[in-house]
């Protein structure tokens, strides 16, 4: 289980209030939220820092969330990251 000291959650979903939602949520409880909102500024906000934990949204404009998935994985920066996926259908 991942400790609140110090580590990092990327965020990305396409959806503003859950993105808001979320990083209040996880930022009161002691974690460095980054969000973005599609999966081109996914891509920069992961080259650009090292995160302790991906939350993926699944439906984004303009790429999907198992898409950036199996991205990172191959990616040789985290491939090991734990990933949470989110989505709003069911």
Excluded at 6 to 33: C, H, M, P
């Amino acid at each position: 289980m991942l400790s609140s000291v110090s580590k990092s959650i990327l965020l990305v979903d396409d959806d503003q209030e859950i993105r808001e939602l979320l990083d209040t949520y996880l930022s009161r409880a002691g974690f460095q939220v980054r969000t973005v909102g599609d999966g081109a500024g996914f891509r920069q906000a992961f080259n650009e820092a090292s995160s302790d934990l991906l939350i993926l949204d699944v439906m984004l404009p303009d790429e999907d969330g198992f898409s950036l998935c199996k991205w990172v994985r191959q990616h040789p920066r985290q491939p090991h990251v734990p990933i949470i996926m989110l989505t709003a259908s069911s």
